[in-house]
């Protein structure tokens, strides 16, 4: 009779047992004394079989792990499982759910010699004692795929892995690169310092520390990134706590010349029934988009100012936001000046109370449904606080639980310029989430002199989605005004 196959808990056909080990490198095995410690000496170390390396903290890279030709079996094995989209802040691929309950013969016989042969090798390599947990995940990274800047911090978590399945002519224009972080005196990641290229059938590891920032760098080519990674664990080591990050709360509105006001926006909102109906579609929804805000003419000459533009100051940490900007020190581009005056003027202040409802301004009138008790003791303290971005490959901003700026009610103003040629698949989008969700609430695309406002409460937070190579369609990249109002 012929054999029968039986289907995986993923629905995949497979064959009732492996036909092949999983083989670790004789190498590896029969160096492991010679290895022991190998971490704690805090020095480079390279041969045919590992290389080590000591800063900006330490890591490991197994070569040849085991024979290509299960590597090849447990690939293609893998190439059923089904793959969730992943896609937020801080990064976007696609993630199989955790494999432990997994049964696939190849994939149980890796894990089997993972957790028999490789973890007692690490244990010794790094002298951090392993119990039996283990999370383990398969990931697929395609063009324009990309995990931003982490630490892997989690209960429990001690050894962070990753087995390469790579085509074999993978190389550095491909992308793709784990990139290693320097850390500064706050415990920040501070510049990329090194990067580890993906090679097939190469085993990547590191502990999991305060320091262990990393990142996977964006995906430049057509070729596939395929890898099983997760997380040998132990006991829980205590973290140093960060000094807390204080608020930028903004600064009171300034006085300009009602001619610079009128020469910068649009006439049409400055008309009363044109604001009442934005004021009335802006109380339904909490956002709105203002098309045309600046003169065409004033919009044009910002947009060839900004292109002309230097000295960017890159902003991070990178572990809540890569942005190049400018708060001040445009002063010998009046158009731009101007413009941007504009954004944090008490004019502007009265302008979008008028447009919004919200009180922005001491002259704006009272909320009606506001109870009298609590409006007649609040004093206006109207604040802003912006600046002038530039959004090039790479740049992106993240949400972080700790940023008490956005545990604020207020109101959020973007305004674009040199946009061009856009696609959704390029980023650069204003995102808003509700605190602790994934579920997109209002999304920004960015459009030429188009103001999008959003009201922007407690429980909502809000991010720059990760700008790609494909912005090179652009042909530049692009810029913004980035304005936060404070009641």
């Keep these: ?62 070569f040849d792990l085991t024979e290509d030709t299960f590597l090849e079996e447990l690939k293609e094995e893998l190439h059923g499982l089904e793959l969730h989209e992943k896609d937020n802040d801080l990064y976007r691929f696609h993630q199989s759910s955790e494999l432990k309950a997994v049964s696939l013969p190849y994939l149980q016989e890796f894990k089997t010699t993972l957790m028999e042969k490789v973890k007692p090798l690490v244990s010794k390599m790094t002298g951090i004692e392993l119990d039996d947990r283990l999370a383990l995940f398969h990931a697929r990274y395609s063009r324009g795929d990309y995990l931003l800047c982490h630490d892997d911090e989690l209960e429990g978590r001690r050894v962070a892995f990753i087995l390469y399945l790579v085509p074999a002519d993978w190389g550095h224009a491909d992308g793709g690169a784990l990139q290693l972080f320097s850390t500064d005196a706050d415990g920040n990641p501070g510049k990329v310092v090194d990067s580890i290229y993906p090679v097939n059938n190469s085993f990547v590891y590191f502990e999991v520390s305060p320091v262990s920032f990393h990142q996977v760098a964006e995906i430049l080519s057509d070729k596939t990134r395929l890898s099983l990674g997760g997380w040998f664990h132990g006991t829980t080591v205590a973290r140093p706590e960060k000094p807390l990050r204080l608020p930028d709360t903004g600064s009171s509105y300034i006085d300009i010349s009602e001619d610079i006001f009128m020469s910068v926006v649009n006439p049409m909102y400055l008309n009363l029934y044109t604001q009442s109906q934005i004021q009335e579609r802006f109380e339904e929804t909490s956002e709105i988009k203002l098309p045309d805000f600046f003169l065409l003419d004033k919009f044009q000459s910002i947009c060839d100012k900004l292109k002309s533009m230097e000295d960017w100051k890159v902003e991070g940490p990178p572990i809540r936001r890569r ?43 009272k909320d009606e449904d506001e109870p009298e008790e609590e409006s007649s003791d609040a004093t206006p303290n109207p604040r802003c606080k912006g600046s002038i971005r530039r959004w090039a490959q790479g740049n992106y901003t993240l949400v972080c639980d700790d940023d008490l700026g956005q545990a604020q009610f207020a109101l959020d103003a973007r305004i674009c310029f040199n946009v061009h040629n856009w696609e959704e698949v390029i980023g650069g989008q204003t995102v808003y989430i509700a605190r602790n969700e994934d579920d997109v609430l209002i999304k920004c695309e960015p459009e030429n002199n188009n103001l999008n406002l959003v009201y922007r409460d407690k429980e909502s937070l809000k991010f720059v989605k990760y700008v790609n190579s494909m912005i090179s369609t652009n042909s530049a990249p692009f810029h913004d005004f980035e304005f936060t109002y404070f009641e």
């Design 1 to 62: 009779m012929p054999k029968h196959k039986s289907k995986s808990p993923n629905g995949l056909t497979k064959k009732s047992k492996c036909s092949r080990t999983f083989v670790l490198n004789p190498g590896l095995s029969q160096n492991a004394s010679k290895y022991e410690g190998i971490f704690k000496e805090k020095k480079n170390y390279k041969d045919e079989f590992v290389s080590v390396k000591s800063s900006p903290f330490p890591t490991c890279q197994l």
């Design 323 to 365: 942005v190049e900007s400018k708060h001040d020190g445009f002063e010998e581009s009046a158009c731009v000046k101007d413009a941007f005056d504009v954004m944090r003027s008490d004019a502007m202040c009265l302008l979008l109370s008028n447009l919004t409802g919200l009180r922005l301004h001491p002259l704006a009138p």
